[in-house]
């Protein structure tokens, strides 16, 4: 069994748990399955109150697309949730990932 089957089999018992929706998206991002991967993140960004790591490795999975302006929103909008939620590490690292977008754009 994979590690992905091992870590969907998890999520079966305890479908909730945003540990484990953040796992299985990693799973895919790891795997190059771009399209699982980015409609994990976004469940994830989309949950009430969203879970902000997703916001980062979605806006990294983004860029890696050359989806640059929308890698740019995700984060501004990552920046503001982790800022919400007393997340001043994940901020500062979307916030200077975010910088390096701005010269990259340049």
Do not use: C, W
């Amino acid at each position: 069994m994979s590690r992905l089957e091992k870590l969907q089999e998890m999520l079966a018992e305890d479908p909730a748990d945003t540990f484990l929706q953040y796992a299985i998206a990693m799973e895919h991002k790891s795997a190059g399955n771009v399209e699982d991967s980015e409609r994990g993140f976004r469940k994830l960004t989309g949950l009430s109150p969203p879970y902000v790591p997703a916001f980062f490795m979605l806006g990294q999975l983004l860029a890696g697309e050359d989806r640059i302006e929308e890698s740019r929103a995700v984060l501004r909008e990552g920046i503001g949730q982790a800022r919400s939620q007393n997340e001043h590490h994940a901020a500062g690292e979307m916030s200077e990932f975010l910088a390096t977008l701005g010269r990259l754009g340049e």
